[in-house]
């Protein structure tokens, strides 16, 4: 059984690592390395800014937790980038 925490994380980040052919960055969260798509245009506007990453942590068992229905949030255009795991009502979310 997957408990559910109370809550969302959002933590900022300065994303710098763009990688051109894959289109998106890949960013360290707490030692984990995780690709954010973000296409060539819009990168440019958060590249070596400071934007928030916004979601949920779920316990997957007792010693592991996961961090589901994130985004990378552009604080200035309030533009959000899905990354990771999401859940069916959070992808068809508008």
Do not use: N
Not at 73 to 94: L, Y
């Amino acid at each position: 059984m997957v408990k559910r925490l109370k809550g969302i994380v959002t933590f900022t980040i300065i994303p710098d690592k763009y990688e051109a052919d894959r289109e998106g960055f890949e960013i360290d969260i707490y030692g984990s390395k995780v690709f954010v798509p973000v296409p060539r245009e819009k990168a440019v506007k958060v590249k070596g800014k400071e934007v928030f990453i916004k979601g949920e942590l779920r316990y997957v068992d007792e010693e592991t937790v996961e961090l589901v229905d994130a985004f990378l949030v552009d604080p200035t255009s309030k533009e959000r980038f899905p990354f990771g795991r999401h859940t069916e009502a959070v992808a068809t979310d508008p």
